[in-house]
C-alpha cells in the first residue's frame, strides 16, 4: 500500500519542471519516515547529546536512510546527525538534512516531529521536501514553481492566508522551548490566539493558512531547522527571516541563525520587525 502511494506520487508531481533530485528527495522521506514509525510504535531508548538534546534510535537511522539514497547527486550533505567536514563550502549545491525534526515530540509521543531535506543552491534552497510520518503528509516546493503537500492521494497547492490585523492573527510556538522573553513579545503584540506546534509544523500550518506567525528569538537555531520549511514558505507566499529582517543563508560557515527566526504570511511582517526592533530597545533599556 504504502509503496503503490509513493509510486503514485513519484509519477505525478505538481510541477511542469520538476527537479531531478525531486523524486529522490521525496523518496528519502517517505523509506525514513517507514523506518521511524516502526520504531515509534514500540519503546526505544533516549540518550542525550552534549547539548542536552536527545537522541533517539530513529534519528540515526533516518540519517542513514537518507543518506544512503541521495549520496547518488555526489552532492554533499549537511546533517544534524553527521560530522560537519566543512567540505561542502567548496560546492555551489548541497542537501541540508533533519532526519527528525521535533525529537523531543518523538520521545513525548506527541506526533508532531517531522522529516526535511533540502536541496541548497549559491546559498538559497531551491527544493523542501517535509514529511510528516504520523499523518501520512509530504509537503514539496520548488523554487518559482510553488508548495504544494500530498494528502489522501491528491496534490494540493499551498497558499498563505490574507489576514493583517495583528489581533486577528494566529501565532504558533515551540512546546518545549518557549522563553520567558518570547512570551513578552507575543504579550507586546497582542495576538489573540496562540498555539504550541512541534517541529517543522509551525512552519506548514503557515503555509496552509492556519496560522500567519511564528518567531523565536534563539540563536541556537541551525540551518537544518529552517532550510526545507524555508522553501515551502516562500513557494506558499510567505516570509521566513531572522527577527532583524536578514534574509537567512545557507551552506556557510557559520550554521547557527544568531539573530532568531521569523516567519509569516508576509504581510505582517514588516510590522513584526518593527515591534520586535521596540521590544528589544526596551528590554535593553530596563523597560
Known amino acids: 500500500m504504502a509503496m503503490i502511494k509513493l509510486n503514485k506520487m513519484l509519477h505525478n508531481f505538481p510541477f511542469q519542471n520538476t527537479l531531478p533530485e525531486t523524486e529522490l528527495a521525496v523518496r528519502a522521506v517517505k523509506e525514513a519516515g517507514d523506518a521511524v514509525m516502526k520504531i ?7 540518550t542525550f547529546k552534549k547539548d542536552n538534546e536527545p537522541l ?18 555526489g552532492y554533499p550533505i549537511l546533517s544534524e546527525e553527521s560530522l560537519d567536514d566543512k567540505k561542502r563550502l567548496d ?4 542537501w541540508i538534512i533533519d532526519p527528525l525534526d521535533g525529537t523531543s515530540d518523538f520521545v513525548s509521543k506527541s506526533g508532531e516531529f517531522t522529516i526535511m531535506i533540502a536541496l541548497v543552491d549559491k ?6 521536501v517535509i514529511y510528516w510520518p504520523t499523518n501520512d503528509i509530504l509537503y514539496l516546493a520548488q523554487k518559482d514553481c510553488g508548495a504544494y503537500k500530498f494528502v489522501n492521494d491528491v496534490w494540493e497547492k499551498l497558499t498563505i492566508s490574507k489576514r493583517s490585523e495583528l489581533r486577528n492573527c494566529r501565532a504558533l510556538g515551540s512546546r518545549h522551548h518557549l522563553s520567558s522573553h518570547e512570551t513578552s513579545f507575543l504579550k507586546m503584540l497582542n495576538v489573540e490566539k496562540f498555539s504550541e506546534r512541534g517541529s517543522s509544523l509551525k512552519i506548514t500550518d503557515i503555509c496552509t493558512g492556519v496560522a500567519e506567525l511564528y ?19 516562500i513557494e506558499a507566499g510567505g516570509k521566513m527571516t531572522d527577527m532583524l529582517g536578514n534574509k537567512l543563508e545557507y551552506n556557510t560557515e557559520n550554521i547557527y541563525h544568531k539573530n532568531g527566526i521569523l516567519v509569516t504570511n508576509s504581510i505582517i511582517h514588516d510590522i513584526i520587525i518593527d515591534r520586535y526592533t521596540e521590544f528589544s530597545r526596551n528590554m535593553k533599556n530596563g523597560n
Not at 40 to 46: E, G, P, R, S, W
Not at 61 to 69: H, L
Not at 91 to 94: Q, S
Not at 123 to 128: K, S, T, V
Open 40 to 46: 515509534y510504535k514500540h519503546d526505544f531508548v533516549t
Open 56 to 73: 533517539t534510535e530513529a534519528d540515526l537511522k533516518s540519517n542513514d536512510i537518507i543518506k544512503k539514497i541521495i549520496t547518488s547527486t
Open 91 to 94: 560546492h555551489d549545491k548541497i
Open 123 to 128: 546559498h538559497e534552497p531551491i527544493l523542501g
Open 215 to 233: 518567531f523565536t528569538m534563539t540563536s541556537k537555531m541551525k540551518q537544518w531547522d529552517t532550510c526545507a520549511s524555508n522553501c515551502l514558505i
